[in-house]
């Protein structure tokens, strides 16, 4: 088992310690560092700024918003931080929601696997370097051509020559369908609400992509980068009840209503009632009593939390399920030094 740091994306305001969890974890033995963006910061700068401290650890991003970027200039980021960092870099990307790439973005959402797939074939042209970059399309033709185009389109390769032919891609699924496309094409899968009791289910998924013609992986080279809350604690009620709201924000608020891929994830484990009354409650602005509506078993199915013995037997238990690498979250050099020690 691997541990990698989750940084995340900003609040409000930037955090203020990032510079030290980024030392201690390169000190700890972590294999990974990762950046998120959401609607506000974005993934690339701070991944960049911090990486440029460390010689070891991955840099990676979990993830990155796929309608934020076109084909072409995320890998051109890419490759930019894959030479800095002597070829460190793990692309981690996601399509988000029809709210936020609707929305914030102004792309339109449909057909995500499609896009995905035809996105991450660009990328990989770029960095293979062996030809103009071309695609027919639909979503990202290049080059483009129709009556509103000068006609002058030029298929083109990156003048910097990329570091490694091939940067490892990793994609942030939620839908059997989509975990299935990550088996298939990426070469790994970065779950955000993982639970070990599902994975039998998850195993039919990834079966289903790694059987598919072409399929870059099979199940012992894939990596499973799974985010996880991990809390060694006496009190594990009122630890549990510490992450209720956040766990309420992702259950009943975000996203649309009727669209909230999260929500799904939670209804797939067997919540589906917890879910309808969460969603009811967050959305008319109840958000302390929708936190209250979350059960223990609801937290227990993707957190660890719990005495040392606990949360050491759950680390095992994820492990057996088939993830490589628990990716967690931490507020101080000391919490790291200390998850380090449990793997």
């Known amino acids: ?98 709210q936020v790439v609707e929305g914030w973005y102004g792309q339109r959402f449909a057909r995500p696997l499609a896009r995905t797939r035809e996105y991450i074939d660009i990328m990989r042209q770029v960095w293979a370097r062996e030809a103009p970059v071309t695609s027919g399309g639909p979503h990202y033709p290049l080059p483009l051509t129709g009556d509103d185009t000068s006609g002058l389109g030029k298929p083109l390769k990156p003048i910097t020559h990329p570091l490694r032919p091939d940067i490892p891609v990793m994609l942030g699924a939620e839908g059997p369908k989509n975990i299935a496309l990550a088996a298939e094409i990426a070469d790994g899968w970065l779950p955000l609400f993982y639970t070990p009791r599902l994975a039998d289910t998850y195993n039919e998924w990834l079966d289903e992509g790694f059987a598919r013609p072409g399929a870059r992986h099979t199940r012992e080279t894939f990596e499973i980068c799974a985010t996880a809350q991990v809390v060694v604690t006496d009190d594990r009620p009122a630890i549990m009840e510490l992450m209720k709201p956040h766990l309420a924000l992702y259950v009943g608020g975000m996203g649309a209503e009727g669209t909230n891929f999260h929500a799904d994830v939670y209804r797939r484990m067997g919540y589906a009632e917890v879910v309808d009354e969460v969603t009811k409650l967050f959305r008319s602005d109840r958000k302390d009593e929708a936190a209250k509506v979350i059960p223990d078993e609801l937290v227990d ?43």
């Open 301 to 343: 199915d993707s957190a660890i939390v719990g005495d040392l013995a606990y949360v050491q037997e759950q680390i095992k238990a994820w492990e057996a399920s088939g993830v490589t690498m628990m990716v967690v979250g931490a507020r101080s050099p000391e919490q790291i030094r200390d998850l380090a020690a449990l793997v």
């Open 1 to 98: 088992m691997k541990l990698g740091l989750q940084l995340g994306y900003w609040g409000a305001q930037p955090a203020t310690n990032h510079a030290e969890l980024v030392s201690a974890a390169e000190a700890a033995g972590f294999d990974s560092i990762f950046t998120a963006e959401a609607w506000g910061s974005d993934a690339y700068t701070p991944l960049a700024w911090w990486g440029s401290s460390t010689e070891r650890v991955r840099l990676g991003t979990s993830v990155l918003q796929l309608s934020a970027r076109t084909p072409t200039a995320c890998a051109m980021a890419a490759l930019t931080l894959d030479h800095l960092s002597g070829g460190r870099h793990i692309v981690g990307l996601g399509v988000s929601g029809p």
